[in-house]
């Protein structure tokens, strides 16, 4: 799942992508260098970060997915908000999958994915992105997060949306510290027991630098071992900034797990 930011304020590439044009171009580059997904988001959630309208969500966001569906692209288009407003508008403008990182703060965003026939991705935080990071606490965090997404799960398939189009995610450094980022990726098999698959957003994240010392422009090493752990302990999406890298160690991570099969090439250069 490759990440397009349409913010002045996002945490690693904020204002980068702010214009339609820009938004779409990096989107269908992150397409050609092995995408899936395309995640299309219009606020930014880093800790502190100013809440936006509906209606500048919308703005920023519709253009960029309707540009990116006339380009024909053969992604997967989502859209990473919590408002069910915006979800209901970027469904209708081509997107058929909901990030919310809220896990249906706004209840109503789950009747509008079961009416569009949605994919929705259930992602847990604890407190909200204004204070997430002030004092998380948790007594395990991985039992505890297995819970809440499970009971959001059931919330959602009670709204109506069928169980195989949800996805859950444990919400790497949405009210975690260090520690608690790398139990839940060390122990993301127990969120499998929910039966759903699981997304990691590690990409670029504060945690990363905290332990490379590396500033948030000079993350990628870190970033992809988090990819490549969180895939071999059972991740089913990787949500990143660098798709291209990010996809070469994929490959070669599932490779040597024997999960991908490849062919010998005919002459070897080393
Ligand atoms: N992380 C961010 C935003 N959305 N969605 C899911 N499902 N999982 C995540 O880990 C996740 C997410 C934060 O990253 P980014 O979009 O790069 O930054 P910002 O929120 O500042 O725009």
Redesign the pocket.
């Known amino acids: 799942m490759g990440?397009v930011?349409v913010?002045p304020?996002?945490?690693?590439?904020?204002g980068a992508y702010l214009r339609p044009e820009a938004a779409i171009a990096h989107g269908l580059a992150l397409a050609a260098a092995g995408a899936d997904i395309l995640?299309i988001?219009g606020?930014?959630?880093?800790p502190g970060?100013a809440a936006v309208s509906a209606e500048e969500e919308l703005r920023r966001v519709l253009p960029v997915i309707e540009g990116l569906v006339a380009a024909g692209t053969t992604c997967q288009v989502s859209i990473?908000t919590s408002k069910a407003e915006v979800a209901e508008r970027a469904l209708m403008a081509g997107a058929t999958m909901v990030?919310?990182?809220t896990a249906l703060g706004d209840p109503e965003l789950a009747t509008v994915c079961a009416e569009a026939e949605a994919s929705l991705?259930l992602?847990h935080m604890q407190g909200t992105?204004r204070t997430m990071q002030e004092d998380p606490t948790y007594d395990d965090v991985v039992s505890e997060v297995r819970d809440h997404l499970a009971e959001r799960v059931g919330s959602a398939t009670s709204a109506g949306v069928p169980e195989e189009m949800i996805l859950i995610?444990p919400?790497?450094?949405?009210g975690k510290t260090v520690e608690h980022n790398l139990e839940l990726i060390d122990r993301l098999g127990e969120l499998r027991e929910i039966g759903r698959p699981v997304?990691?957003?590690?990409?670029?994240?504060r945690f990363i630098g905290a332990i490379t010392g590396r500033e948030v422009g000079d993350r990628l090493g870190g970033s992809i071992a988090a990819a490549v752990l969180a895939l071999a302990r059972g991740a089913d999406v990787l949500?990143v900034?660098d798709v291209g890298a990010t996809r070469d160690a994929v490959l070669v991570a599932e490779a040597i797990l024997g999960r991908r099969e490849w062919r010998e090439p005919d002459s070897v250069a080393r």
């Open positions: 990440i930011n913010t304020d996002s945490f690693s590439d904020g995640d988001g606020e930014s959630t880093r970060a990473d990030n919310d990182v991705v992602m992105p995610d919400g790497i450094g949405f997304v990691v957003g590690a990409s670029r994240k949500r900034h």
